[in-house]
């Protein structure tokens, strides 16, 4: 079963090469005589475990891809990686796609396969919480994540769909990068934070879905 995830991924790798921005530059030449692809990752994430297995397990090698990952510890760093040629394929949440469009990019990026089904997030409290409601947010000091993320955007679509105005209710910090809420959070700022899978490690403290 792993294998397969890792095929399908590696194939998914495959038609990236095709697609990422218009006119993308080329990575820098294989001593392998594979096909380099840089890939550009938002964070290093649980989520994209059948990507490391592939990797360790020499699967892009053996399809022709000399793979180089690197990781940008932020969808803002990982497009402008992918805008400026650094990087071939970027994986990141779709919304920095569409912002590069609107503002009228003509060498935009491409969105051409879907990594996820479900958002990698946890909400972590200070102190841990037997019965937890949403609710319990209300009149609280948040990290959410950077204003515009995908992580902030379905921080605050939860709570609207639980009754709850993310603009009134609660006080959310977005002054801080999604990849920075943890350490700061474990510094002492707010009484619950939204962090990425990857994070939870970081907190002492108690986690709930």
């Not at 550009?40 to 000399?66: K, L, Q, R, T, W």
């Not at 990087?87 to 503002?103: L, N, P, Q, R, V």
């Not at 992580?151 to 709570?159: D, G, K, Q, R």
């Not at 009134?168 to 920075?180: A, C, H, K, M, Y």
Request: with cysteine; glycine share 12%.
């Amino acid at each position: 079963m792993k294998k397969i995830l890792c095929l399908f991924l590696t194939m998914i790798i495959v038609v990236g090469c095709l697609g990422g921005c218009a006119n993308s530059k080329s990575a820098s030449g294989s001593t392998s005589g594979n096909t380099p692809v840089v890939l550009n990752e938002v964070a290093h994430s649980i989520f994209y475990a059948p990507m490391y297995v592939a990797i360790e397990e020499g699967y892009f090698a053996e399809e022709g891809i000399d793979l180089t990952l690197v990781t940008g510890f932020g969808a803002d760093k990982t497009m402008t990686a992918l805008l400026t040629g650094e990087a071939d394929i970027g994986f990141m949440g779709s919304e920095s796609t569409i912002y590069t469009y609107k503002e009228g990019a003509s060498d935009y990026a491409v969105n051409f396969a879907q990594l996820t089904q479900r958002a990698g997030n946890f909400l972590v409290s200070r102190e841990p919480i037997d019965d937890f409601n949403w609710h319990m947010l209300e009149g609280k000091d948040v990290l959410g994540g950077r204003a515009g993320g995908m992580p902030e955007m379905v921080f605050e679509y939860i709570l609207k769909k639980n009754g709850i105005d993310p603009a009134v209710d609660l006080t959310i910090d977005q002054s801080i990068d999604f990849g920075s809420t943890a350490a700061a959070f474990s510094g002492g700022q707010a009484e619950f934070t939204v962090v990425y899978a990857f994070y939870y490690s970081l907190i002492k403290s108690h986690f709930f879905l």
